[in-house]
């Protein structure tokens, strides 16, 4: 069944716009915490976790949610700002039913969504949502007062989760001597992972840790990495960590300012893994990942699978397969054998450990991986267009894929919400990858 209201990571709009509307949000948490209560046994309770990030809505959205989880008998704890991770990893040690997360991401202040999680910590199912849209249809019921949910203040949130960060960092490692610069979005990591690194023993300079509720992602952060370049530049220091608004994304900067995005540290965790003799089977990427990265690990040995584009479909894969490592260039990096979900702080820290081990740069961890130039050409095309059928564009295409041979890739994608073909050419030269990209996309039909 196609789901309604549910896309690839939870619900997710402008606020103000339905979905991100408080009567809607309100009758999501009754609708959510009516599911999960189906299969309980008499006198027994559930309780669930909301955290979020440093948008001004989350206080609109969290107050529907409590509500919502109220009328339908579910008792809440809360735990305010804190990194989607967080919350992951504090609904499964914690033993509570779900996670709920209000956070848009990587997106500015303007959008907000829920995401959820599982009692142990991983995505809900396809199920479970479908679930849940199938009670939003539903008029909403309240339960009678003496099994109306309570609403508690969970403490100590943060030292919580800080110490699981630590946990993940090897104990005969620490990054003393070290000069860091942690730029955190002005999002919902401010006020932890700084703390991570200091605590590890390394210098930390901070940036993006003044949420005002509408500065979030705003020229900071993964998505906007001058901020961290220049401030690496202007203290010398020796690395640079990027996170998003929901801290789950990660991008480092070396003591130059060059820039390594999350195809590179992939492969930085990969080796490093398998230097250590810790990967089994191989790893997971998407269908935008680095043709330089995926011929790098095979290389060694290393099994490459591409998913969807999406940290969801990463983690599927990397489910099926059984693997632990896995992410693409955006900086969604899944450590298996350390957390449930991407985690952009400990994704940084096994990078920092790598490092550490070898006594190298990261420059120098990517000696042997010259990533190579991607050309993209958006097209809108008409309505009825349906280019797997289109003859010429499909000879194009193989005719280009034969002259790159292993020195390129050709990506046709479509894009899911508007009349556009994304054409994506990548090649070792970069004057072949543009060359090869204009020449198919000249085949293919232009709006009127």
Same mark, same amino acid.
């Given at each position: 069944?196609?789901?309604?209201?549910?896309?690839?990571?939870?619900?997710?709009?402008?606020?103000?716009?339905?979905?991100?509307?408080?009567?809607?949000?309100?009758?999501?948490?009754?609708?959510?915490?009516?599911?999960?209560?189906?299969?309980?046994?008499?006198?027994?309770?559930?309780?669930?976790?909301?955290?979020?990030?440093?948008?001004?809505?989350?206080?609109?959205?969290?107050?529907?949610?409590?509500?919502?989880?109220?009328?339908?008998?579910?008792?809440?704890?809360?735990?305010?700002?804190?990194?989607?991770?967080?919350?992951?990893?504090?609904?499964?040690?914690?033993?509570?039913?779900?996670?709920?997360?209000?956070?848009?991401?990587?997106?500015?202040?303007?959008?907000?969504?829920?995401?959820?999680?599982?009692?142990?910590?991983?995505?809900?199912?396809?199920?479970?949502?479908?679930?849940?849209?199938?009670?939003?249809?539903?008029?909403?019921?309240?339960?009678?007062?003496?099994?109306?949910?309570?609403?508690?203040?969970?403490?100590?949130?943060?030292?919580?989760?800080?110490?699981?960060?630590?946990?993940?960092?090897?104990?005969?490692?620490?990054?003393?001597?070290?000069?860091?610069?942690?730029?955190?979005?002005?999002?919902?990591?401010?006020?932890?992972?700084?703390?991570?690194?200091?605590?590890?023993?390394?210098?930390?300079?901070?940036?993006?840790?003044?949420?005002?509720?509408?500065?979030?992602?705003?020229?900071?952060?993964?998505?906007?990495?001058?901020?961290?370049?220049?401030?690496?530049?202007?203290?010398?220091?020796?690395?640079?960590?990027?996170?998003?608004?929901?801290?789950?994304?990660?991008?480092?900067?070396?003591?130059?300012?060059?820039?390594?995005?999350?195809?590179?540290?992939?492969?930085?965790?990969?080796?490093?893994?398998?230097? %250590? $003799?810790?990967?089994?089977?191989?790893?997971? *990427? /998407?269908?935008?990942?680095?043709?330089?990265?995926?011929? &790098?690990?095979? @290389?060694?040995?290393?099994?490459?699978?591409?998913?969807?584009?999406?940290?969801?479909?990463?983690?599927?894969?990397?489910?099926?397969?059984?693997?632990?490592?896995?992410?693409?260039?955006?900086?969604?990096?899944?450590?298996?054998?350390?957390?449930?979900?991407?985690?952009?702080?400990?994704?940084?820290?096994?990078?920092?450990?790598?490092?550490?081990?070898?006594?190298?740069?990261?420059?120098?961890?990517?000696?042997?991986?010259?990533?190579?130039?991607?050309?993209?050409?958006?097209?809108?095309?008409?309505?009825?267009?349906?280019?797997?059928?289109?003859?010429?564009?499909?000879?194009?295409?193989?005719?280009?894929?034969?002259?790159?041979?292993? %020195? $390129?890739?050709?990506?046709?994608?479509?894009? *899911? /919400?508007?009349?556009?073909?994304?054409?994506?050419?990548? &090649?070792?030269? @970069?004057?072949?990858?543009?060359?090869?990209?204009?020449?198919?996309?000249?085949?293919?039909?232009?709006?009127?």
């Amino acid at each position: 069944m196609k789901k309604k209201y549910f896309g690839t990571d939870g619900i997710r709009g402008e606020v103000g716009q339905f979905p991100i509307v408080p009567e809607f949000v309100m009758r999501l948490g009754y609708a959510t915490g009516k599911v999960l209560s189906r299969d309980l046994a008499p006198g027994e309770r559930c309780t669930v976790l909301i955290g979020k990030d440093t948008r001004i809505s989350g206080y609109l959205l969290e107050a529907a949610l409590e509500a919502g989880f109220s009328a339908a008998g579910v008792d809440v704890s809360l735990c305010g700002p804190m990194p989607t991770p967080a919350v992951a990893y504090l609904t499964n040690a914690l033993r509570l039913s779900a996670g709920i997360v209000i956070s848009a991401s990587h997106n500015l202040y303007q959008d907000n969504g829920i995401k959820f999680f599982s009692a142990q910590g991983g995505k809900i199912s396809d199920e479970f949502e479908l679930a849940i849209e199938a009670l939003l249809e539903e008029p909403m019921g309240c339960v009678s007062s003496e099994h109306l949910g309570r609403a508690f203040r969970l403490r100590d949130a943060a030292g919580r989760y800080i110490e699981f960060c630590k946990s993940t960092f090897p104990n005969n490692l620490n990054l003393r001597g070290m000069k860091i610069v942690v730029d955190c979005a002005n999002g919902a990591a401010y006020d932890v992972a700084p703390n991570v690194f200091h605590e590890l023993g390394a210098e930390v300079i901070s940036i993006g840790i003044e949420p005002n509720g509408r500065n979030i992602n705003d020229q900071c952060g993964a998505t906007a990495p001058a901020a961290l370049i220049a401030k690496v530049r202007e203290t010398n220091a020796d690395i640079g960590i990027a996170l998003d608004g929901d801290a789950d994304r990660l991008q480092m900067v070396d003591a130059s300012g060059r820039l390594f995005n999350g195809d590179e540290l992939l492969y930085v965790l990969a080796k490093d893994r398998l230097d %250590r $003799g810790m990967l089994v089977g191989g790893v997971v *990427g /998407t269908l935008m990942t680095n043709l330089a990265v995926e011929n &790098a690990l095979r @290389a060694f040995g290393l099994d490459f699978e591409r998913a969807q584009v999406g940290d969801r479909y990463v983690l599927e894969r990397l489910k099926q397969k059984q693997w632990l490592l896995g992410g693409e260039g955006s900086g969604h990096l899944l450590c298996l054998d350390h957390h449930t979900t991407g985690d952009g702080t400990i994704a940084a820290l096994q990078v920092l450990a790598a490092m550490r081990q070898k006594k190298q740069s990261l420059a120098q961890l990517l000696s042997a991986v010259t990533i190579f130039p991607q050309v993209l050409i958006n097209i809108r095309i008409p309505a009825n267009y349906h280019w797997q059928d289109d003859a010429q564009l499909q000879a194009k295409i193989t005719s280009t894929e034969s002259t790159l041979g292993q %020195r $390129g890739r050709v990506l046709i994608r479509p894009s *899911g /919400t508007e009349p556009v073909l994304r054409i994506m050419v990548e &090649a070792q030269d @970069a004057a072949l990858a543009q060359s090869s990209a204009e020449q198919i996309a000249a085949v293919v039909p232009k709006e009127a």
